[in-house]
């Protein structure tokens, strides 16, 4: 495979000096994706379009795009002395600021490449560290990002860049440690890495605190979840005007919201929306966004938000899917959607989709369409979730309907001599007392 240019070529080409400093215009970079042996094209370019996206994200501007067969890796440079000195020409010649891997490499490579094509090297990882920086918003987020951060700079003191943060801040429109993360030794490093857990630790507390006050609540919960820009804040906001901003980018969204939505047959469910999955998500901010993605794990139910507009939907489902078993989550029900079918690119993929899940809904978040059947279905979910149960109680226990009608909705209630007779929805975690008086 050769290269691919992705941006106009007429603008002349430059052979004098090489860029040494971070300038504070758009850094020009060049993006080079290691297909594998057998890799099918298709894939690569998937994976060439995602990373042109996230760098899009970060407020860099792809020049080209180049695909390197690697049926084996050198242990200096990873891709071979020739490969790095032809690449070398292109960074002078195309006046090259920063040349981004697809995939991690680690801090030797990284140093070592650096040296020889005299320029800044990143991979994915610090692509999408530096797009979480930038979003952070809330105390959590940036303590969350701060941490992933170190963790990942601490291998990668000694290089000459760092994160193309060195005097002037980055990538214009990111919020670096910049020269703060040079000046630090390993020591101060791991002592504010020590310290950020223990604030952390605190803030995932306080939220523990939070979800704990919704689960002993009677209102059921949902997380709306799904791959990065598939739709999931705009849901949210169409189903209750939550204002979350919403952007077509990559990752707009970092801090859950959680709102109360009313459905058609009066039941009140809470539903929170999450930080988007992507595959290959770093480990450290895996790791650091712990507390937030378990919004997912607790809840007792999922809307899974599909965009039906990517050329490759069915692989963003199974991303998805896998990052939801690594929370331990698939066992709850879920609805699927697949969105922006205003505008979708394969409908044999929505076709797939429907056969391997049931149900999944046809919606258009941004025309309103499917979102009157999208509440239909949750109401059906939670009916299923629990279903209407009879019980049959002591005159004299009027202690325990207050309790149903704290933690269930009652739809009906008989005074009769045998008892008080309640037909009520009530979640399993509230059903213990009773359990006794069930009437079948």
Known sequence: MGIEQLTGSEEPISKGKRVYEIKDEDQRALLLILVSHGESEQSSKRRADELKALVDTMGALTIRVEYIPMRQTNSATLIGSGKVEAIKLLVEELSIDVVIFDQGINPRVQRNLEKEMETCVIDRDEVILQIFA????????????????LEYSLPRLTRRWTNLNRQKGGVKGTKGEGETQLELDRRQIQDRVVALKLLLEKVVQQRNIQRNQRMNGNIPTGAIVGYTNSGKSSLLNALTNAGVLVED?????????????????????????????????????????????????????LIIVCDASHPDMLANYATTVQVLEELGCTDKPAIVLANKMDKVEDAFAVSRLKSMYNPVLETSIKTGEGLDALLTQIGITLHELCATTTYLLPNTRHDLVAHIHRFGQVESIDYTEEGILVKSRIQGRFQGPLQNYRHD
């Open 134 to 149: 930038d979003r952070a918003a809330t105390k959590e987020a940036n303590l969350q990002v701060e941490l992933a951060r």
């Open 249 to 301: 980018k990559l990752f707009a969204t970092l801090d859950p919201t959680t709102r109360l939505v009313k459905l058609p047959g009066g039941e009140e469910i809470l539903l929170s929306d999450t930080v988007g999955f992507i595959s290959d998500l770093p480990h450290n901010l895996v790791d650091a966004f712990k507390s937030t993605l378990e919004e997912a794990k607790y809840a007792d139910f």
